[in-house]
Structure formats: structure tokens, C-alpha cells
């Protein structure tokens, strides 16, 4: 194992959008920069619109942690929703509900992957 992938729910009781946060750790430094993150990130992402109907992702970043700033913005496309000073973090979303190019986008790029429902 080289490292994890979580996603953590909500939903908003206000517009029924679920939202699931997303958290990557590549521990062993071996593994870093080979493109594990991102393909589990959209790997993740695609299980979570299909089978949990997720509307939003979003991820917290420490304002020091360029490696994962550069994953989330620039390789996955999240945009910046804020930055929390007492965090020192960045909030950064992802919004699938805001059209169905952010949806296709998660599909494309996991589309070497065979998904079937677990039952």
C-alpha cells in the first residue's frame, strides 16, 4: 500500500446537495509523482456520482502544500471556493451539479476502468 483515499459526506438540508470531501495521502515517497493521486481521485470521484449521487466535491488544503494545490487545481480542476485564514487553508470544489461537462470530465478520464455495482 503506498498510501489512501477518503471521502467524506454531507448534505446540504437546504438545497438536497450532497457534498463528498475528498482527502489523498501518498505515504510512501516512492510512489509520489507517478500519477497515483490523480487517477485515484477520478477513480473515487466516478464511484461517488454514480452509486452516492454526489453533487460537489471539495478539498481543504494547508496553504503550504503546493504539491496537492497543483493536484486538485490543475490536474483535477477544482476551483477555489476560499481561503480560510484560521485554517491557513485552501477550500477548493469541485461542482458536478453545474453541468454535465464536469460529469463527462470524471467519466473520460476514468474510462479505463470497469465499475460494477457492489450488492
Known amino acids: 500500500m503506498c498510501g489512501d483515499v477518503n471521502i467524506f459526506?454531507?448534505?446540504?438540508?437546504?438545497t438536497n446537495?450532497?457534498?463528498?470531501e475528498m482527502e489523498i495521502m501518498i505515504a510512501e515517497e516512492?510512489?509520489?509523482?507517478?500519477?497515483?493521486?490523480?487517477?485515484?481521485?477520478?477513480l473515487m470521484m466516478r464511484y461517488a456520482i454514480e452509486n452516492l449521487k454526489v453533487d460537489?466535491?471539495?478539498?481543504?488544503?494547508?496553504?503550504?502544500?503546493?504539491?496537492?494545490?497543483?493536484?486538485?487545481?490543475d490536474k483535477m480542476?477544482?476551483?477555489?471556493r476560499r481561503?480560510?485564514?484560521?485554517?491557513?487553508?485552501?477550500?477548493?470544489?469541485?461542482?458536478v451539479c453545474d453541468g454535465a461537462d464536469y460529469r463527462q470530465k470524471i467519466v473520460d478520464k476514468?474510462?479505463?476502468?470497469?465499475?460494477?455495482?457492489?450488492e
Open 9 to 14: 459526506f454531507s448534505e446540504d438540508d437546504e
Open 17 to 20: 446537495l450532497t457534498t463528498g
Open 30 to 42: 516512492t510512489s509520489r509523482g507517478r500519477g497515483i493521486a490523480t487517477e485515484s481521485l477520478w
Open 56 to 73: 460537489i466535491f471539495e478539498a481543504k488544503i494547508l496553504e503550504q502544500n503546493t504539491a496537492s494545490l497543483a493536484l486538485f487545481k
Open 77 to 80: 480542476g477544482y476551483h477555489e
Open 83 to 95: 481561503f480560510h485564514e484560521v485554517f491557513r487553508e485552501h477550500w477548493l470544489e469541485y461542482r
Open 110 to 118: 476514468s474510462q479505463h476502468a470497469i465499475t460494477t455495482k457492489y
